[in-house]
């Protein structure tokens, strides 16, 4: 059926923000179809509106035909339109079993029938492929696997339609490579999926035609097939950008100057014996594979968790044991975390306010702070990372999820911090900001600053790294030069095998 899922003029007004404007095109059944765009053009608007999150302010959407107004999530799913969201609240004390089935327990009497439930969720779960059990608590679970219970609790309320809103951005290389292999098996059964990325080298693996939003109106839609990647890109951005994470400068390492020395850093998590340097004006990579512990890495040197043994140097002098986020980010280490919807921005706070949270001092004028300093820098660094819109007084929390990632960026790029540690810093960053965030991490060391950058991405960890550490398992098992850059090498280490 070719409009099976069909958005007729759909417009949706924010206050103060319009962000679709008359979007119509439709999807078909059994179709893994993409949802593209920027940060912000729209996307999850969209979803929201078919899951039944918020009714559209005009237009319609039909599927099978039959005009649908859900008026919450519950409705949708009954109808049998579902999604795995990273943001779903599975609740890690309930067993697999119970999570899948909250809201639909199958009941004995007035009794809850647990035989029943973990029959039907190990069913469910065996037919998915998954290692786990239904009695399994969830709370131990990795990312991944907490996705396949979403999946199997679609499958279980009969879904005719799976929405993925950035389904791959936590899991590890062998998970993605289950979960495409799931959405192509609920194709196969006539499963209708809606898939938003940002990442085009898995929009070519796993859709089949795309649909492009740009600024809330809708662009195209292209067959997989008969398009290039170039294609999809100038559709998304209306304008030409690097695809390419690449160093335009020289690089600036000054190897007599050792900014950061770790001798020896261990923690609680499991990572042990650390050791390395940061040379100054250099980007140092971190590769690893998930469960690598380089964020645990990270956050032991700033002071948020503790090491448990080890030491930190910063420009010759130790960093107490005992030192604290505030305390490290006083001496002059920033860290960009990668959690950034959690930990980035205070809820209330506008888009200026939460800029200027890590370089107060900066706005500062006599004993007051000026807010029209506070404004102009917000709208500077805003526009540097692509922010939309790059309103100093739009409420951060009601931007879209990229952009909230975007002002955290802001953030930090706003501070005076010698030493950067950017932990994955273009997550769930569209493809327009990437190429400006690699510049100004070029600046940055340019301007004789130094970078961590901790990251999944191959073709960054390559394309923009002075030198690549890699870490398996807790531990730093491979350094690589510039040079010496080749993605085999990379994961030969991150894997453990043998280098040739
Ligand atoms: N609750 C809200 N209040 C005000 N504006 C909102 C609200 N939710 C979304 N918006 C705005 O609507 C626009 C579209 O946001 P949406 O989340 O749909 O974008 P997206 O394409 O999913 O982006 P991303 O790739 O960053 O997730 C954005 O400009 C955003 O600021």
Excluded at 69 to 83: C, P, Q, S, V
Excluded at 115 to 144: I, W, Y
Excluded at 246 to 272: I, M, W, Y
Excluded at 462 to 477: C, F, N, P, Q, T
């Amino acid at each position: 059926m070719d409009k099976y899922i069909e958005f007729q003029h759909i417009t949706k007004i924010f206050p103060g923000q319009k962000a679709l404007d008359d979007v119509s095109f439709s999807v078909k059944q059994g179709e893994v179809h993409a949802l593209l765009g920027e940060n912000g053009a729209g996307k999850s608007t969209l979803l929201n509106i078919l899951h039944g999150m918020f009714p559209a302010t005009q237009g319609k959407v039909f599927i099978e035909g039959e005009e649908v107004k859900f008026r919450n999530a519950l409705e949708a799913i009954h109808y049998g339109i579902a999604k795995v969201h990273q943001e779903i609240n599975i609740i890690p004390e309930l067993t697999v079993a119970q999570n899948m089935m909250l809201g639909g327990e199958p009941t004995k009497g007035p009794l809850l029938n647990r035989k029943k439930m973990e029959k039907e969720t190990q069913e469910l779960l065996d037919r998915l492929g998954c290692a786990f059990h239904a009695d399994d608590r969830v709370g131990t679970l990795s990312t991944g696997k907490k996705q396949m219970i979403q999946i199997a609790k679609a499958l279980y309320m009969n879904a005719k339609v799976i929405s993925f809103d950035e389904p791959t951005s936590s899991l590890s290389n062998s998970e993605v490579k289950t979960l495409f292999k799931i959405i192509r098996d609920l194709k196969a059964q006539g499963i209708t999926i809606l898939y938003i990325s940002h990442k085009m080298d898995e929009i070519f693996q796993i859709c089949d035609r795309a649909s492009i939003l740009r600024d809330g109106k809708y662009v195209t839609t292209l067959d997989m097939k008969e398009t290039t990647e170039e294609d999809l890109v100038q559709n998304m951005v209306g304008r030409d950008v690097s695809m390419f994470a690449q160093r335009l400068k020289p690089s600036c390492v000054d190897k007599n100057n050792t900014v950061l020395k770790v001798e020896h850093l261990s923690g609680p998590a499991g990572f042990d014996d650390i050791s390395f340097e940061l040379k100054k004006g250099e980007i140092l990579g971190f590769f690893g594979l998930v469960g690598a512990m380089r964020t645990e890495v990270m956050r032991a040197i700033f002071g948020a968790d503790k090491a448990s043994g080890g030491t930190v140097i910063y420009n010759g002098k130790a960093l107490p044991h005992n030192r604290t986020p505030n305390d490290v980010v006083k001496m002059g280490i920033g860290l960009v975390s990668e959690n950034r919807k959690e930990e980035g921005f205070v809820k209330n706070f506008n888009n200026a306010d939460n800029i200027a949270l890590a370089s107060l001092t900066k706005y500062v004028r006599g004993i007051f702070v000026k807010e029209s300093l506070k404004q102009k820098n917000s709208i500077k660094v805003g526009e540097t990372v692509g922010l939309t819109p790059n309103d100093p007084e739009f409420l951060t929390v009601s931007l879209s999820g990229g952009n909230a990632q975007k002002v955290i960026l802001a953030k930090w790029l706003s501070t005076d911090v010698d030493v950067l540690i950017m932990d994955e810093p273009t997550k769930g960053i569209d493809i327009g900001a990437k190429a400006e965030i690699y510049k100004l991490m070029e600046e940055i060391v340019a301007a004789g600053k130094s970078i961590i950058m901790v990251s999944s991405e191959m073709t960054e960890v390559i394309g923009m790294s002075d030198r690549v550490l890699v870490m398996r398992e807790g531990k730093l098992v491979g350094e690589l030069d510039r040079s010496e850059l080749e993605e085999e090498r990379i994961i030969t280490y991150a894997v453990g095998g043998s280098q040739g």
